[in-house]
């Protein structure tokens, strides 16, 4: 359910001078900012869900007007905030992706985030050790609720902040009243300048360090940081080798990729390695070209699964012009071309390849050097169009097909299953009941999702494969089993795809979807409103020592209704509940900041990174 089409609408409308038609109160217009818990609750949900958009400068931004100077309220609501996160994480059994997210902001970005902006302003008698008590003195309540990891990442925070000189190691006992289970990090804390040193003098140890960006210690702030350095030098250097190296292990760690997104917008970590794929560097001397097309295509896999994991935009992605590869492969590359829209280069670069793939002994150096690796990422597509008619036709035999399949699954040609497979996807559901059209593709697919063998190399790019196209294939998949519920071939592609799709609940969000547009008296609106009178009611009572759980809220109920019922009727929706309320201040603020943070989920025009000094 995807908001963009409707910001637009919505942006307009907050520049439109026919706003005050809505019949908002002047003393509603001229009321100051309020700091609810609620309002900072859910931005803080917005700014961590899916597409993370954590900037500091818009949330520093964001915090400061609030507070108005009054900086130990501050420090001390974003923490509880950022813990009222989590606990609905965990409370809406989301998937482990969301509250892992949430865990590793509160551990490895907050104590950083506190140190960089605020720390350096509260001074005596308050300290932040001050602030950090009053914070989780009000979280303890909801740490009773069996909800573990709260348990756990309430310890792993106060050592974080021990290890940033937040507050001294020998108070977090008395702060957690109990014996700690664990100490300091015995490497101590990171700097980005040491870690960029070990790893330009030994690059075998970088891989190391992309299992400590997981770790909930502290210490992910620098080795982020030293990460997207190292990789901006080897671009600008053109070390496509090493590059290649850092990409494949990033692109086996996607939940590695949310933490690293954290510390860094995603258009300053991509465009240079856009850039890169833009402009290949070519060399004379060239006398194999498969380690070509295997660093070329591990670079592009890694751009695709950034792409697809946080649904980005060209724009988002650092691409500089529409025309270059990497725009064209984000926009076209699963979608294939009659051969009248080639031109005679590609044509016969197409010939070439299905030559080598069904015909021959293989994939050449000269087919190769013919064909530049970005050349024919944008043509696999048309390949595997051509291929399966040729295959329905009876040109080419079905185990042929399978077979000439099986160089897709050598390394260096991998990555360009993701296309193929997204290609693949779509022909699936297109399909209705009784078409003739399903066997080919369906056993296609089995081959290449479950290949009878595989190099340990091509199993984990294989892995990383699936990562990026694998919720594509299972809606896919699904509208085959509905339209096909005898195939026994379904069920069993779906499990291989099992693993890959865990992060994402899309059944999940499709119920609550269900279940908000049935909400009695009015569907997704009325649901909304609900939403809203549900926070103002928990903001105004969570200000006591028996805290209640946060309501659960996700920001895909209010870009739902966005998108079924437009900008128009849920502004209209939310200006109505404001002016009804008998709380109208913290209901403005609810309602405002619901506003505020799904325009913060629109790119920024500001050239700063907004990101955290490490």
């Known amino acids: 359910m995807d908001a963009q089409m409707q910001m637009p609408e919505w942006q307009g409308m907050l520049n439109d001078a026919s706003l005050g038609s809505l019949t908002f109160p002047d003393s509603v217009l001229d009321t100051p900012p309020t700091a609810t818990r609620a309002g900072l609750y859910i931005y803080l949900s917005v700014m961590l869900h899916g597409k993370l958009s954590f900037n500091d400068n818009r949330v520093t931004g964001f915090l400061n007007v609030r507070y108005n100077e009054d900086v130990p309220t501050l420090v001390s609501d974003l923490i509880l905030a950022s813990f009222d996160v989590l606990a609905t994480a965990i409370s809406r059994n989301e998937p482990l992706r969301s509250a892992t997210i949430v865990r590793s902001f509160i551990v490895n970005k907050l ?291 399978k077979g000439g399949f099986e160089y897709l699954l050598e390394p260096f040609l991998l990555p360009s299953l993701v296309p193929s497979l997204n290609w693949l996807a779509d022909r699936l559901s297109e399909l209705n009941a009784g078409s003739s059209n399903v066997e080919v593709p369906m056993q296609a697919l089995q081959a290449l999702l479950k290949p009878a063998r595989m190099s340990p190399e091509s199993t984990m790019i294989h892995g990383a494969v699936l990562h990026t196209v694998a919720r594509r294939l299972e809606v896919a998949l699904l509208h085959v089993q509905q339209q096909f519920p005898h195939r026994m071939d379904t069920k069993l592609l779906l499990g291989v795809l099992g693993p890959y799709t865990a992060d994402f609940d899309e059944n999940k969000t499709h119920k609550e979807l269900v279940s908000w547009s049935l909400t009695p008296k009015g569907g997704l609106l009325r649901a909304l409103r609900n939403s809203i009178q549900s926070l103002v009611l928990w903001g105004t009572t969570a200000a006591t020592p028996t805290d209640m759980s946060p309501p659960s809220f996700t920001l895909d109920q209010l870009q739902s209704t966005l998108h079924v019922k437009g900008a128009y009727a849920t502004l209209d929706s939310l200006v109505d509940e404001v002016q009804n309320s008998n709380l109208m201040d913290m209901t403005m603020d609810v309602a405002a900041v619901m506003i505020l943070a799904t325009q913060h989920k629109q790119p920024s025009d500001n050239l700063d990174n907004g990101q955290t000094p490490i």
């Open 111 to 401: 104590p950083l985030f506190i140190q960089a902006y605020y720390s350096g302003l509260i001074f005596e008698p308050i300290s932040i050790e001050h602030c950090i008590r009053q914070a989780l003195g009000r979280i303890d309540p909801l740490s009773s609720q069996s909800f573990d990891m709260l348990s756990e990442t309430r310890q792993d925070f106060l050592f974080a902040c021990a290890l940033h000189q937040l507050l001294p190691e020998t108070s977090i006992e008395d702060i957690l009243g109990d014996v700690p289970m664990q100490s300091l990090p015995a490497s101590g804390k990171y700097s980005k300048e040491d870690l960029v040193s070990r790893c330009t003098t030994d690059p075998s140890n970088i891989e190391r360090y992309f299992s400590e960006l997981e770790n909930p210690e502290g210490n992910s702030g620098a080795v982020a940081a030293a990460i997207v350095s190292i990789m901006h030098s080897l671009s600008a250097n053109n070390d496509t080798m090493t590059l290649k190296g850092i990409c494949n292990g990033l692109s086996r760690k996607p939940m590695a990729l949310d933490v690293l997104l954290l510390f860094t917008q995603a258009d300053v970590l991509m465009r240079p390695l856009c850039r890169m794929l833009d402009h290949w560097p070519e060399h004379e001397d060239q006398g194999e070209y498969q380690p070509v097309y295997d660093e070329f295509g591990s670079i592009l896999l890694f751009v695709a699964a950034v792409q697809y994991r946080f649904n980005l935009s060209p724009i988002e992605m650092g691409v500089d012009a529409s025309d270059s590869f990497v725009s064209r492969y984000l926009r076209s590359s699963s979608s294939s071309r009659i051969l009248e829209e080639l031109s005679s280069h590609e044509n016969d670069l197409l010939g070439l390849w299905i030559k080598g793939i069904f015909e021959t002994d293989g994939i050449s150096d000269e087919l190769m050097s013919a064909c530049k690796p970005g050349e024919f990422h944008l043509l696999i597509a048309t390949l595997f169009d051509q291929s399966f008619k040729a295959c329905r036709g009876g040109l080419l035999a079905m185990e042929s097909l």
